[in-house]
C-alpha cells in the first residue's frame, strides 16, 4: 500500500494560482483534510514564506501555528532550499540553523530538502540540524534530463544524502518530465542499494505523472505526492481520486475519497470566487512540448518578457536553442530556481550581443562557485571567458558568510519590530520586505486598538 503526500497547501496552489492561497480559506478545510488518511500535508516553505510577506501581508509563523492546532493527526511536511532557506540566495548557517529549529518548534514534523544543483554540501547544515531536533526528513534529488544525470550519477547523490542519515529519499520532479519507464528504473535502482523509503514527487506538466506514478509504485516506491482538485492537474500534481483508481487494489491508499470531495467541493467554490482572476488556463492545462524542450512554462513566459522589452521578439526560437548550449556549458544544471533564471538570463543576453560577451553577475557568481558544485564542470573555454582569470572557489559557499542572526536580532529589536523570535528571521531572510510587513503589521494594530478604544468609549466602557 502506498502511503500519500497531499500537496494541496503549498506547491499545488504555488503552481496553479502564483501561490496566493490565504490560510482564512485553509481554515475550514483543514480539519477535513485530517480526516482524509494523509501520511502527510506540504503546506509551508518553498515560495510560500516570500510571497506571504511580500504580497498577501501575512506572517507566515502565524500560519503555521494555526495549521498545526487543526491538524492534529496528521505530520506536517515543509520544503526547504536546503542553504537557500525559503529565499534565493545562500544564508550562513547560524540563520539556517535557528530557522529549522523554530519552524520545527512551530509544527513541522518533516523536512524535504533539495539543492537546485543537487550540491549536498548545501544541504548538510538544514539536514543535519533537523535530524539533531529529532524530525523526519527527506534528502532530495532533483531530476533532470541531461548527458550526465544518469542513474549512477543519481546513485551518487542518493548515497551521499543516505550517509547524512536521511529519512527517506524524495524524487523531485518540478518540470514534469520523468517518463514512467526511467522512473521505475530510478526506483528500482535506488530500492535495491538503500533501504530507505522512497518518495517520488511529479508535476504533471508534461501529462506523463499518472502513468510515471503507477510504474514507481510498481518499481517500491513508498509515497507518491498528489493534490486535491480543482488544485490538480496542470502544471501541479495528479489528483488523489486519479491516483486511487490508477492503481491496483493492494497498493491502493488508505484514505477516505468521502472527505476528498467535500475538500474538493469547498476549493471549487472558494477558487471560483475568490481567485477567479487569478485562474490562468495555461497553467490549468498540461503542456507536452515541455518534454522536447525541458523549459520549464514560466521560463518561457519571462524570455517573451525580456525580449519584447529590447523589440526582439522574433529571437525566441534562438534564445530556446541558445538554452540547450548554455546548459552544457556551465554543467547541466536542472532548470529549477535560480539555475533557471541563471541560464535564462545568459542565454538571452548570448542571443542579443554575441556569446558571453556580456555576462550577467549571477552568471559570474555560478561559475565562480557561489552556488555550489554543477553536476559537470563547467566548460573550460566558458571558464576563462567569465572570471577572466579569476579561480572558481573549492569551498562550499555558505563556507564563506559571517553569521548574522545576532546582527539581525538587534536590527529588528532596534528599528522596534521584534515581537517574536520569528520575526528576527523572516528579517535575517527578506530584510526590505519584512520591514514593510512590520510596519504594515503595527498600522493594523494600533488601527485595531483604536476601533476598540471608540467602542468602549460609545458603549461607556
Ligand atoms: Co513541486
Avoid at 272 to 283: I, N, P
Wanted: aromatic content about 10%.
Amino acid at each position: 500500500m502506498v502511503r500519500v503526500v497531499d500537496l494541496t497547501l503549498r506547491d499545488a496552489h504555488q503552481s496553479l494560482i502564483a501561490t496566493r492561497f490565504k490560510t482564512e480559506d485553509m481554515v475550514p478545510i483543514l480539519d477535513k483534510i485530517d480526516k482524509v488518511g494523509f501520511y502527510a500535508i506540504e503546506m509551508w516553505g518553498g515560495a510560500t514564506f516570500d510571497v506571504m510577506v511580500r504580497y498577501l501581508r501575512e506572517d507566515p509563523w502565524e500560519r503555521l501555528k494555526i495549521i498545526r492546532e487543526r491538524v492534529k493527526k496528521t505530520k506536517l511536511m515543509m520544503l526547504l532550499r536546503g542553504q537557500n532557506l525559503v529565499g534565493y540566495r545562500h544564508y550562513p548557517d547560524d540563520v539556517v540553523e535557528k530557522f529549522v529549529e523554530y519552524a520545527y518548534r512551530d509544527g513541522i514534523d518533516i523536512f524535504r530538502v533539495f539543492d537546485a544543483l543537487n550540491d549536498v554540501r548545501n544541504m548538510r547544515t538544514s539536514i543535519k540540524k533537523a535530524k539533531s531536533l529529532g524530525a523526519t526528513v527527506q534528502g532530495t534529488i532533483t531530476y533532470t534530463i541531461s548527458p550526465v544525470h544518469t542513474i549512477e550519477h543519481y546513485l551518487k547523490i542518493a548515497e551521499e544524502l543516505v550517509a547524512l542519515e536521511v529519512d527517506h529519499l524524495t524524487i523531485k520532479d518540478m518540470a514534469g518530465i520523468l517518463d514512467p519507464y526511467t522512473g521505475y528504473n530510478l526506483v528500482k535502482a535506488i530500492k535495491e542499494e538503500f533501504k530507505v523509503p522512497v518518495d517520488v514527487h511529479c508535476h504533471f506538466t508534461g501529462g506523463l505523472a499518472v502513468a510515471t506514478y503507477i510504474k514507481v509504485v510498481e518499481a517500491g516506491a513508498d509515497f507518491i505526492d498528489t493534490a486535491i482538485s480543482p488544485l490538480a492537474f496542470g502544471t501541479s500534481h495528479p489528483s488523489i481520486q486519479t491516483m486511487y483508481y490508477s492503481l491496483p487494489p493492494e497498493h491502493r491508499p488508505s484514505v477516505d475519497l468521502d472527505v476528498v470531495r467535500e475538500i474538493s467541493e469547498y476549493l471549487g467554490k472558494v477558487l471560483f470566487s475568490k481567485y477567479r482572476e487569478l485562474l490562468d488556463v495555461r497553467v490549468f492545462m498540461p503542456d507536452p512540448n515541455v518534454l522536447e524542450h525541458q523549459i520549464p512554462g514560466g521560463m518561457i513566459s519571462n524570455f517573451l518578457a525580456q525580449l519584447k522589452q529590447v523589440g526582439a521578439e522574433d529571437k525566441l526560437k534562438d534564445v530556446l536553442e541558445e538554452v540547450k548550449r548554455v546548459r552544457e556549458d556551465l554543467g547541466w544544471p536542472p532548470l529549477v530556481t535560480p539555475a533557471s533564471q541563471i541560464v535564462g538570463a545568459q542565454a538571452v543576453l548570448n542571443v542579443l550581443y554575441g556569446r558571453y560577451q556580456v555576462v550577467a553577475k549571477e552568471t559570474y557568481n555560478y561559475v565562480k562557485g557561489l552556488y555550489g558544485r554543477p553536476p559537470a564542470p563547467v566548460k573550460r573555454e566558458v571558464v576563462e571567458i567569465v572570471l577572466k582569470g579569476d579561480k572558481p572557489i573549492e569551498s562550499r559557499p555558505a563556507d564563506l558568510l559571517d553569521p548574522m542572526y545576532e546582527k539581525c536580532r538587534s536590527e529588528v529589536s532596534n528599528k522596534g519590530f521584534y515581537a517574536k523570535e520569528e520575526d528576527v528571521l523572516t528579517y535575517c531572510l527578506f530584510p526590505d520586505v519584512a520591514v514593510e510587513f512590520f510596519k504594515a503589521r503595527l498600522q493594523t494594530v494600533a488601527s485595531k486598538t483604536r476601533d476598540r478604544d471608540i467602542w468602549d468609549e460609545i458603549l461607556g466602557y
